[in-house]
């Protein structure tokens, strides 16, 4: 498994401003986190999902890809950092 943060700067109050994403080997998301810049967080799996949260319809791309597009910044994150946010997301 892979896990990944990408930080979306903009200015849009109803989107979310982290995305998080377990990936697994062929790059397509299992579990997914959406934290809002009000601390609100969503998230989606293949049987549930929150607010208009939902896994992606493609494989995500690489951290260079996604870095290539100014507004986010990706990174890698451990399963840990992941498994942390998602225990809060669905509490």
Do not use: C
């Not at 109050?13 to 994403?21: A, N, R, T, W």
């Not at 049987?47 to 690489?62: G, K, N």
């Amino acid at each position: 498994m892979n896990y990944i943060r990408a930080k979306w700067m903009h200015s849009q109050l109803h989107e979310p401003v982290v995305l998080l994403s377990e990936l697994d080997q062929d790059r397509w998301e299992i579990r997914k986190v959406e934290i809002y810049a009000d601390g609100r967080l969503d998230y989606a799996d293949h049987q549930r999902s929150s607010s208009h949260t939902r896994l992606s319809s493609e494989p995500i791309p690489s951290l260079a890809e996604i870095g290539a597009d100014k507004q986010f910044e990706p990174s890698e994150i451990s399963a840990a950092e992941f498994e942390a946010a998602w225990n809060r997301a669905i509490a």
